[in-house]
């Protein structure tokens, strides 16, 4: 039975992650110098990249030495979690134990595409290991929520189809195949990088002091700067986009107004405008004309908001106005807005948002130099330079899982 693709991603670590592979000849248990060569290089790209990363890495020399240098950094980071034992751990051994059997059965089965894994090869399996899904979800818990259910006994089947391809493969030798073993490496060391970095990200937090935030809120104050704005919106968006009846009433008791044209929220928006340089009262004017759910009771009272909360264009436009300017008509998805600034600032400091974003700002900062580190003291070596002739029409593998930045 062959190994359905989806199925497979979904219960095993990726043999290619964002590009990523490792090809180094050494021994698992032992932290060696690694030197990738172009020909490794070249090797990897032609027999792991899909073709569409293949022809963009022969076009372009730039994403060549990037690809390299995230090769290296999780080599390194790889290597740096075997010195400190990551290996040993019971999950992280079940999880490359599984990425191992992972490349052993795609490659048996891309070599051997008539072989089966019989019904009764499986019940064969679990009478030897009756355990071995089920501990496999106890040590690995990420997974638990997906794979129970009605799904369970699908994921618990493939499972043992792969440890049984798997075996297959290296009774006939497929270890030894370059290919195969690269596939094994990369899995492997992707197993020990992501471990490595949810570590590392958990226990960040015991670097950041509240000097760390105040520096940084000092140097990046821009970054902090908030707007607080009123706005009348009159919408174009057509209420059946939403699903929503036209006539229904919201939750206030008054009728949601009908959509209406584009030239006609411009003309109204327009007339509503003049109605605000005349003097008018902009919160009793957004209160009465305001499409935005709520301004009935707001009067289109936004409160503060910073960089990258509000649409494009009414984030630019709100940005540059000065404390009481009202703008003329902007545009945006959602329709037309006349906005009017309240006050400008920067977020305080013992605002919990504001500590929050300094604090995953300065994390990120201290993952990254602990990367480059850790990268530097290592004997990884990774050739930038060499040649990647794609594929016509090879097929994609697939591509699934947490990056650096998810874990």
Not at 63 to 87: F, N, S
Not at 139 to 157: C, I, T, V
Not at 162 to 186: C, P
Not at 270 to 299: C, I, M, W, Y
């Amino acid at each position: 039975m062959k190994i359905p693709t989806k199925a497979v991603v979904a219960i095993v670590v990726v043999i290619v992650l964002a590009g990523l592979l490792l090809l180094a000849q050494r021994s698992y248990s032992t932290t060696k110098a690694i030197k990738l060569t172009a020909h490794d290089m070249e090797l990897f790209a032609a027999e792991i990249l899909p073709a569409s990363q293949q022809l963009q890495l022969a076009s372009d020399p730039e994403a060549r030495k990037t690809l390299a240098k995230q090769l290296k950094e999780t080599l390194a980071i790889a290597q740096k979690a075997e010195q400190e034992g990551y290996d040993q751990r019971p999950a992280v051994r079940s999880m490359i134990d599984l990425a191992e059997s992972q490349a052993l059965a795609v490659e048996f089965q891309k070599k051997n595409p008539e072989a089966k894994v019989t019904e009764d090869d499986v019940k064969g399996y679990y009478r030897t290991s009756p355990k071995a899904f089920d501990e496999f979800l106890e040590l690995n818990q990420q997974f638990q929520q997906a794979m129970q259910g009605p799904q369970k006994e699908q994921y618990k089947h493939q499972y043992a189809e792969l440890k049984i391809l798997g075996e297959r493969a290296r009774a006939g030798g497929f270890e030894k195949d370059e290919v195969t073993k690269l596939k094994m490496l990369i899995g492997r060391s992707q197993v020990l990088e992501g471990s490595y970095f949810r570590d590392l990200s958990a226990n960040s937090d015991k670097l950041i002091g509240e000097e760390d935030l105040e520096a940084y809120y000092g140097e990046h104050a821009n970054e902090f700067e908030e707007v607080h704005a009123r706005h009348i919106l009159i919408s174009t968006k057509p209420l059946k986009d939403s699903g929503e009846d036209e006539d229904k009433k919201d939750e206030a008791g008054d009728k949601k107004p009908k959509a209406i044209s584009k030239e006609e929220a411009r003309k109204k928006a327009q007339s509503v405008l003049d109605r605000v340089h005349k003097g008018e009262n902009f919160v009793k004017l957004a209160e009465e004309n305001s499409d935005e759910p709520g301004a009935k009771t707001s009067g289109g009272d936004l409160g503060y908001f910073s960089h990258g909360q509000m649409v494009a264009g009414f984030e630019k436009a709100a940005f540059a106005m000065k404390v009481g300017e009202i703008s003329d008509l902007v545009e945006t998805e959602f329709g037309f807005h006349i906005i009017k600034v309240e006050d400008h600032r920067n977020a305080p400091l013992d605002d919990q948002k504001t500590r929050r974003k300094i604090s995953d700002a300065i994390k990120q900062k201290k993952i990254e130099e602990r990367v480059q580190q850790i990268t530097s003291a290592s004997k990884v070596e990774v050739a930038e330079d060499f040649n990647v002739t794609p594929k016509q029409g090879a097929p994609a593998l697939p591509q699934a899982g947490p990056g650096k930045n998810d874990q």
